[in-house]
T-cell receptor, first 114, second 111 residues
Framework: DTGVSQDPRHKITKRGQNVTFRCDPI?????LYWYRQTLGQGPEFLTY????????KSRLLSDRFSAERPKGSFSTLEIQRTEQGDSAMYLC????????????FGSGTRLTVV | SQQGEEDPQALSIQEGENATMNCSYK?????LQWYRQNSGRGLVHLIL?????REKHSGRLRVTLDTSKKSSSLLITASRAADTASYFC???????????FGTGTRLTVIP
């Protein structure tokens, strides 16, 4: 297990199109998080899963955003009807609840909406 | 919204010098963590300090935490060009299950 993997690394899409990103966490980690980061800012929390349950969603996660983690393994983040304001780096991270340690982040998916 | 504020926003030093970054936050926390991010990449966890700890060391890193002032500092000693990156503090808030990140300090180490 080499860490958290995100796919694709880059995505350019036209406004109004739907996009889906995938995250494969570290296999023994039971928590998975999605963050969004815009240029010059820190990551902003979007949502998190413990196993397959989505336990918290940020107000940033509008109705156009949906995230899933079927079977508590990989996760997908879908954005419907993309807007230019959705352009950002989407970061996935995982952690193990009981270890009280830090998060392991993937390299992110950079989304550009044109 | 972001929880922490790092200071300074940008810092430029010569290789071999020490770099100090500060973080202030607003609410009660369980722990505070520091992360490094190279340009265009994901974040790398550096160190975690719990709310009942005051100082922690890891290699060339030294972190302090003052919960009465709601502030933390990260000291990188004997800096190297490879330390050039953005550094973020993140707080694990009491009652929350996710981390809240600050706005970051961009560190440039000049060879």
């Amino acid at each position: 297990d080499t860490g958290v993997s995100q796919d694709p690394r880059h995505k350019i899409t036209k406004r109004g199109q739907n996009v889906t990103f995938r995250c494969d966490p570290i296999s023994e980690h039971n928590r998975l998080y999605w963050y969004r980061q815009t240029l010059g800012q820190g990551p902003e929390f979007l949502t998190y899963f413990q196993n397959e349950a989505q336990l918290e969603k940020s107000r940033l996660l509008s109705d156009r955003f949906s995230a899933e983690r079927p079977k508590g393994s990989f996760s997908t983040l879908e954005i419907q009807r993309t807007e230019q304001g959705d352009s950002a780096m989407y970061l996935c991270a995982s952690s193990f609840t009981d270890r009280g340690g830090g998060y392991t982040f993937g390299s992110g998916t950079r989304l550009t909406v044109v | 919204s972001q929880q922490g504020e790092e200071d300074p926003q940008a810092l430029s030093i010569q290789e071999g010098e020490n770099a100090t970054m500060n973080c202030s936050y607003k609410t009660s926390i369980n722990n505070l963590q520091w992360y490094r991010q190279n340009s265009g990449r994901g974040l790398v966890h550096l160190i975690l300090i719990r709310s009942n700890e005051r100082e922690k060391h890891s290699g060339r890193l030294r972190v302090t935490l003052d919960t009465s002032k709601k502030s933390s500092s990260l000291l990188i000693t004997a800096s190297r060009a490879a330390d050039t990156a953005s550094y973020f503090c993140a707080t694990g808030q009491t009652g929350a299950n996710n981390l809240f990140f600050g706005t970051g300090t961009r560190l440039t180490v000049i060879p």
